[in-house]
């Protein structure tokens, strides 16, 4: 019952970022946010393993990588996927979805006041994305560097962006910036029953400790 408690807390905590005003109004304002992405945000704090970042570089640690809709519409799903399997990360869920507007928007809700939101939102909700969980040792400070600058022109070669990608407008693919945007970001797209926990037969190939 307290973890549930947490995960409401950490929802509604979502909603006062994007809205002001008095008390009664942030909570009736809460109360909706929460009702429209319900479907979207589940109890995830309950289960042994679900989050399991103990610190960072946690063996355990969980990042949020999706393909955007100028990945999906290239085709470039599967070589994106190849990347973070052959690194030695473990896919732990996966997903595609068009995304509706609320989820975007809870998601980019740091950037709202940007000039390039209402685009952003609008080309992110334009197609299909495949959305994915990866767990693995250091794996959001590693991914980010997988998948390069959020400027193609500036990512280096050999990144996603820096290989697949020209502009900053159509950058192929998001990747969680910390370990507390990836836990806000695994809860907001999936709920627990949709992460599976695994073991790799090949884990005392990747680390040993
Ligand atoms: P941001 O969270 O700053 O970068 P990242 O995806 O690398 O974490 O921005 C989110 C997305 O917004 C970014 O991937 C592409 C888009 N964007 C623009 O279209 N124009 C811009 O000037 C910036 C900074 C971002």
Known sequence: MVLFQRCLTRTFSLGQRKLSGSPQQEKVANMQAWASIRPHYQSCWV???????????????????AVKPDGVQRRLVGQIIQRFEKRGFKLVGLKMLKAPEELLSQHYHDLSKKPFYPSLLRYMGSGPLVVMVWEGYNVVSTSRKMVGDTNPAEAPPGSIR????????????????????????IQLWFNCKELTDWDCHDQSSTFHL
């Open 47 to 65: 289960g042994a393993r679900s989050y399991g970042t103990e610190g960072a570089g946690g063996l355990s640690e969980r990042t949020l990588i």
């Open 162 to 185: 820096g290989d697949f990608s020209i502009h900053i407008s159509r950058n192929v693919v998001h990747a969680s910036d910390s370990l507390d945007g990836a836990q806000r970001e």
